[in-house]
């Protein structure tokens, strides 16, 4: 009876939206391209539910995810983009900013309710700014606007996780409670910055766009069999992940939070790529669908590194995945009806 009570809504609310994808065609295109993909992390919530593995067992396939499907992903689509596109500057800085905006909107929810606990405001402003963009966003954004898509998703994937990765380590240093001299954090930042996996892939990506190079057949049918496998695997492992979490205390500022997260982040996007005018629409949506996504699972990853808010963070990445079914399906309308 547990597992049941504990799946009950996710699966209702899924055959909820299947059904009125029948009785309405427009939205049922949409429901036709996002349903797979909730559906992959709905599938993965059932199984963690339902098979008592360990946790640990996830460990392979967290690190085929990270170190090889979804690299291949990002080479195999970047190494096609022309360069032009991977230098657009001026849509670097906008989304930043716009993630910045967001990060600390929840910091400063977090300052105010946690009465000025700077590691507890961290956490909670990179609940409020960092996006599922590398699980969730690669796999929706490219089967929603197809290659046109490859160079934002991939740039604002490189520049969000460079931001989350160098603030969080300075502000909890400034914290005062890390016994870490300010070169070893530094040398911290630098190393996840440049050798993280996807970032590599990124950097050979424009090598090879550069250089217009491509890999010897045997080794790109390899490249193209890993990047196949990259969205089901990561969405699936995502579910499973958000299954095993203990979720013994529910945020009380969550709605806050995922109002941030969920709203007000794409929310500026739209706004501010809008406004400046010269953009391809594709672009912008592109971005707003980024923004729109839940918390990363790094929060959850990042709160356990720092031993800070563990179990709030956890909550915060489900209640957020379950929400974000309702903001990203709306946005896949918006924007199939937009001309």
Known sequence: MPFFKS???????????????????????????????FGLILLGFVFGKAI????AGLAWM????????????????????????LANWRFILITSACT?????????IGWYGSGGNIEVATM????????????????????TFGAASVA?????????????????????????????SALATALSVARKVFLHPFNIAIALGVLAAWAQWRPPVALD???????????????FVMGVTVALRPVTKFAPEAPALLAVKLVLHPLLVWSALTLAGGISQVWIYTAVLM???????????????????????????????????????ALLYAFSATP
């Open 124 to 143: 909670q402003g990179v609940a409020g700014g960092y996006s599922n963009v590398g699980y969730m966003g690669p796999g929706l954004t490219l089967a």
């Open 291 to 329: 923004a729109a996504l839940p918390p990363a699972l790094n929060v959850f990853v990042i709160a356990r590194q720092y031993d800070v808010y563990v179990e709030r963070a956890s909550s915060l990445v489900m209640a957020g995945t379950v929400a974000s079914v309702i903001m990203v399906t």
């Open 221 to 235: 049918k390899m490249v193209v069999w890993l990047s196949g496998a990259a969205a089901p695997c990561a969405l």
């Open 52 to 55: 008592d593995i360990p946790e």
């Open 152 to 180: 934002p998703t991939a740039l604002i994937f490189t520049f969000d996780s460079a931001i989350f990765f160098t603030l969080t380590p300075f502000l909890m240093g400034l914290a005062g409670g890390r016994k870490t």
């Open 100 to 108: 910045l905006i967001a990060f600390a909107c929840g910091f400063g």
């Open 7 to 37: 799946i009950a809504a996710p699966v209702a609310g899924f055959l909820a939206l299947m059904a009125v994808g029948l009785f309405a065609p427009a939205l049922g295109r949409v429901l036709d391209l996002a349903l797979p993909f």
């Open 62 to 85: 967290h690190a085929f995810i990270v170190y090889l499907a979804l690299p291949a992903l990002f080479f195999n689509l970047i190494s096609v983009t022309p360069l032009a596109e």
